[in-house]
């Protein structure tokens, strides 16, 4: 078994095809196709499934993956250590949507300018979703929110904490969170998001009622119907920062107040633990919260 085969193997699942795996690391489709038969022919064991259109990798094949990243990344960590290279590769990165415009593309810029030799291809999508796209190894690693449920393979690396605040139109003359989600349409969140369910259960510990009208999946989109008179809702401080934070009635939510973690997750048999931690580094010192280390 060589590592040229590994190398190949994380290719073609990373690329679906072997014509896109091919172009990726610079061989020809007929050597993929040749190193991958010979590796097949070592091990004695079929690690596709040919039936399908793209192939896709069967049991045995995803088993030897797993195997396949950590023993690459490994060779590759001794090769960085000994020449004293900085980080390189390919850095698979899901991320939530609030993330999107506020740290995160001033982190990847940042890498970028840092580690010229790192990619990043990014992924968004909901915290649960991404979390589970971590656990089986679609994605190196993911910013998400917390709190979630950690699985024990996996790790969690809290950089930013921030307040979930109560939101309503301007003139609004409400002195509590209390009032004001009580005296405007409530706007929630996706119930099939953490965050909603988090505020659900507050409200209904402390006997808040209030009259749904709408159920909207954007943080932004929530924020700019608040911001226009349409009702009133709960959201993290991040998603009212900029111009809409003037046109907005805002107060503290919970008794106490409720926060939320940022962070990112990954697996802790992660064959790039050296491209995570690049990024965990970036998104620690551009949020400013030095007491989540």
Known sequence: MEI??????????????????????????????????????ELQTSLFDRTTRPTTLNVQGRTLLESARNIVGACEDVTRTISGEQPAGILYLGAMGTTLFTDLPRALAALRERHPRLQVRVTSGRSEDLAFAVSVGRLDAAVVAGPLEIPPHLKWYPYFEEPLMAIAPKGSQAQS???LLEAHPYIRFSRNVALAHIVSTSLWERGIAVNQEMEIESLQSITLMVSHGLGASVVPRRAIAGALEDKLKILPFGEPPLHRFLGLVDRASNPKPHLVKALYRELWQLSGSPDIA
């Open 4 to 41: 040229r085969q590994l190398r190949t193997l994380i290719a073609v699942a990373d690329h679906r095809t072997f014509a896109e795996a091919a172009e990726a690391i610079g061989l020809t489709q007929s050597a993929v196709s040749q190193q991958l038969r010979a590796l097949e022919d």
């Open 177 to 179: 969170d209390r009032e």
